[in-house]
């Protein structure tokens, strides 16, 4: 590692990319060439701080929505948009009722959309992330009774 010259030109591109798509974190790994760039500060709270408005239109009186039995949650990270393109109707609503398999929301990742759907039958009781917001692995997007 010692004789692996600094990629600064890497390095950028990688930091544009997490201004670009809110991550706070990204690795690359090429070979014997590993870069990991994490920041940290305002901006994780600030992305939490929406969270309790959410929370408290959703029914249920669950403190940590990502407890909820009902809760869908982000299979990658990505950002995470409400329909299939700008101005177009959001695929579900609070109160709406859903099959099993319907497309809930999208997670850009990559230059890529990949659809989150629903596991089972039931009604949105919440929707707990606005459109086009950066989301981590694991977070709860939407809470299904």
Do not use: C, W
């Not at 009722?97 to 990949?114: C, D, H, P, R, Y």
């Amino acid at each position: 590692m010692a004789n692996t010259p600094i990629d600064s030109d890497a390095i950028r591109a990688l930091a544009e990319l997490l201004d670009e798509t809110g991550l706070t974190e990204i690795e690359y790994d090429s070979g014997a060439l590993r870069i990991r760039i994490a920041k940290g500060g305002a901006m994780a709270g600030v992305t939490y701080a929406s969270a309790p408005a959410a929370i408290a239109a959703a029914p249920a009186a669950v403190a940590d929505p990502a407890d909820h039995p009902g809760a869908i949650k982000a299979p990658m990270v990505g950002v995470v948009y409400h329909s299939s393109e700008p101005g177009a109707a959001a695929f579900v609503q609070v109160g709406d009722s859903v099959a099993q398999g319907q497309t809930l929301v999208l997670i850009e990742a990559m230059k890529t959309f990949n659809p989150v759907r629903a596991p089972r039958a039931g009604t949105v009781a919440a929707i707990l992330v606005d459109d086009a917001t950066p989301v981590e692995f694991g977070e709860p997007l939407i809470i299904l009774e």
